[in-house]
C-alpha cells in the first residue's frame, strides 16, 4: 500500500466518522457551539479535549485504599524493644559542676521580697538582689486596691486580647501610660518578656535591615532571631561605629528595593548597666533615614524626674522615638510589658504581634497595679528622689574606695553591676569562668553576713559568628532600694566591700 492509498483510506474514515457524528442528535448544535466559543482556535479546543479525555481516564481508573498500609509491622515485643532502646536528647545542657554547687547554696526566701526577707533557714537577711526599688511590695494602698481589682474581676480574664480577655482596666492603664510618656497610643502585653521579642518580628520581615548595639539584652536579640532580618551590629555605646555601619548599609542598599531599615539600642543595658547617648541615635536616624526601637525594660521607672524613662531624662520628646518598649514588671511591681507609639503602629500590633494575639490578656490585677504605681511616681517624685540619694550612697562605699571593683552602670541606675577591674584580671590571671567562681565566692560571703546579693546572669548570647567575640563580663548585681535608710545602705556596703576584698585577697 503506497502512500496515496493510504492517505486516501486516512480521508474515507474521516468522511465516515464525520457522518456518523453529524447523525447524532445535537451534534450541530455542538459544532456551532465550539466554532462560535472557540473562534476555530485548534489549540484550545486541543487543550479541552486533554482535559475531557484525562478526566475520563481519572473516573474510570481503578479504585485503591488510602487506608493500605506501606510499612513493616512490627510485633509487640519488637516495639517494646526499640522503645527500651530509645534515648532522648536533653533538653537543656548537663549542670557544670560548678552551676550544681550553685544550686545547692541557692538561698530560699519565704514570704514577700521585702528589703529584709527571711530566708527558709530562720535567718533575715538584707535584701540587695531584688528590683523592689521603691518597696511598692509594702504599700498598703497598692494592696487594697490590687484586693479589690481581684475580688471585682478574679484573678485573669482567661481569654485573649481583642476578644473577651479585654477589660476596662486594660484600656485605662493602656491611656494611662500614654500620657505619662507622651506618647500618642499604647497597647499592653502580659508578658514583659514576650513584649520586645513580638514588636520587633511585628515590623521587620526577611529582607528588612536591622542595625543593633551588641550589647542589647536576651529579650532583643530573640526578636532580632525571630524577625529573619538581615543584623548589622555595631560596638557597643560606640555611635561612631553605628555611623560607619548606617552609611554603609546606605551605600549598600542604595541600587537595592527600598526594605524597611530599624535601629534597636535600649535604654538601661541589662548587661552593662550604662545609658544610650538617645539625642545622638535620634540625629543619626533622621540623618540616615532609619526607625527607631527603643527597648526601656530597665529605663521606665527608673530614669527622668517622673519615671518617664531616658527620653525624660535626657530631654527627649518622646515622638522622636517610632517604638518605646518597656516593663511594667520590676519597680512597678505588676507585670506585663508595654509599647507606645503612634496610632498605626500601635494598631497594626492588636493584629500582627504574636505574643499579644495568641497569649491571654494581662491580669486585671496587674494592670491596675500598674495604673497606680505610675500614678504614684507621678505625684510623688520624692521617691524617685530618695532613691538616687540611695544610689549615691552605695556608690560612695564601693566605687571610689574598693581597689578591686568598678561600676558600670549609670549613677542614676538602681542596678549597680560590679566587674573586676582590668589590672586585677591580669594581675591574677582570671578566666571568665574564674572569674564567675571568684564572684559567687563574694556572694557567699557577703550573705554568711547577712547581705543578700547576686550575679549577672546572662543567656548564651552567641547566635552567629558575627556576634560571638562579644560577651558580657562577670559581675556582681546590686539592686538598691528605698526600703532601707541611709545608714543601713552604708552598712550594706561597707559589708560588700569587705567581702570582696577578703575574697580577692585570698585568692593566689
Not at 514577700?112 to 538584707?126: A, E, H, I, M, Y
Request: proline share 5%; hydrophobic share 40%.
Amino acid at each position: 500500500m503506497d502512500v496515496q492509498d493510504v492517505h486516501g483510506w486516512l480521508l474515507k474514515f474521516l468522511d465516515e466518522v464525520s457522518d456518523s457524528f453529524q447523525k447524532l442528535p445535537g451534534s450541530s448544535i455542538f459544532l456551532r457551539y465550539v466554532k462560535s466559543s472557540y473562534q476555530n482556535d485548534p489549540v484550545r479546543s486541543g487543550i479541552e479535549l486533554f482535559l475531557c479525555l484525562f478526566a475520563v481516564r481519572y473516573l474510570l481508573a481503578p479504585a485503591y485504599s488510602t487506608q493500605k498500609k506501606s510499612y513493616v509491622t512490627l510485633s509487640d515485643e519488637e516495639v517494646d524493644e526499640l522503645v527500651e532502646e530509645w534515648t532522648p536528647e536533653p533538653l537543656v545542657a548537663p549542670l557544670s559542676a560548678f552551676e550544681e554547687a550553685e544550686n545547692e547554696k541557692r538561698p530560699v526566701i519565704i514570704g514577700p521580697t521585702g528589703p529584709k526577707s527571711k530566708l527558709s533557714n530562720g535567718r533575715t537577711v538584707t535584701n540587695l538582689a531584688s528590683y523592689n526599688y521603691y518597696n511598692f511590695i509594702a504599700n498598703e494602698t497598692l494592696k487594697e486596691k490590687a484586693i479589690q481589682t481581684l475580688r471585682t474581676y478574679g484573678v485573669g480574664p482567661c481569654g485573649p486580647p481583642n476578644f473577651y480577655g479585654t477589660q476596662d482596666v486594660h484600656m485605662k492603664t493602656e491611656a494611662d501610660i500614654a500620657a505619662h510618656i507622651g506618647a500618642s497610643a499604647c497597647i499592653i502585653y502580659a508578658q514583659a518578656f514576650s513584649t520586645i521579642s513580638s514588636v520587633i518580628p511585628a515590623f521587620s520581615k526577611r529582607g528588612d535591615i536591622i542595625v543593633a548595639d551588641r550589647a542589647v539584652n536576651y529579650m532583643v536579640r530573640k526578636g532580632i532571631q525571630i524577625s529573619r532580618s538581615t543584623v548589622r551590629w555595631y560596638d557597643h555605646n560606640d555611635l561612631e561605629d553605628m555611623q560607619r555601619v548606617l552609611e554603609r548599609v546606605v551605600k549598600e542598599q542604595a541600587k537595592k528595593p527600598l526594605t524597611r531599615r530599624f535601629i534597636v539600642t535600649e535604654g538601661l543595658f541589662e548587661d552593662v548597666g550604662d545609658m544610650v547617648d538617645l539625642p545622638k541615635i535620634i540625629e543619626l536616624k533622621h540623618r540616615y533615614k532609619f526607625r527607631l526601637i527603643l527597648d526601656e525594660s530597665w529605663s521606665f521607672g527608673v530614669l527622668g524626674r517622673t519615671g518617664r524613662g531616658i527620653t525624660e531624662h535626657q530631654n527627649v520628646d518622646a515622638a522622636e522615638v517610632d517604638m518605646i518598649v518597656g516593663s511594667l514588671a520590676g519597680p512597678l511591681c505588676a507585670g506585663g510589658g508595654f509599647c507606645v507609639g503612634s496610632d498605626e503602629i500601635v494598631e497594626h500590633q492588636r493584629i500582627s504581634s504574636a505574643a499579644y494575639t495568641f497569649s491571654a490578656a494581662l491580669s486585671a490585677m496587674l494592670a491596675t497595679t500598674a495604673s497606680e504605681t505610675i500614678n504614684l511616681l507621678q505625684t510623688s517624685p520624692d521617691i524617685l528622689t530618695q532613691s538616687r540619694e540611695n544610689i549615691k550612697t552605695m556608690w560612695a562605699q564601693l566605687d571610689p574606695r574598693s581597689d578591686w571593683v568598678r561600676c558600670t552602670s549609670a549613677i542614676e541606675n538602681p542596678m549597680m553591676l560590679l566587674v573586676l577591674k582590668p589590672e586585677v584580671v591580669s594581675q591574677k590571671r582570671l578566666s571568665v569562668a574564674e572569674q564567675e567562681m571568684l564572684l559567687q565566692d563574694v556572694v557567699d560571703e557577703c550573705l554568711a553576713n547577712g547581705i543578700l546579693i547576686t550575679r549577672l546572669k546572662s543567656m548564651p548570647r552567641a547566635s552567629n559568628a558575627k556576634e560571638a567575640h562579644w560577651e558580657p563580663q562577670p559581675a556582681l548585681k546590686v539592686c538598691v532600694t528605698t526600703g532601707l535608710s541611709r545608714k543601713e545602705i552604708e552598712r550594706a556596703g561597707i559589708t560588700i566591700r569587705h567581702a570582696i576584698t577578703k575574697v580577692v585577697k585570698a585568692r593566689k
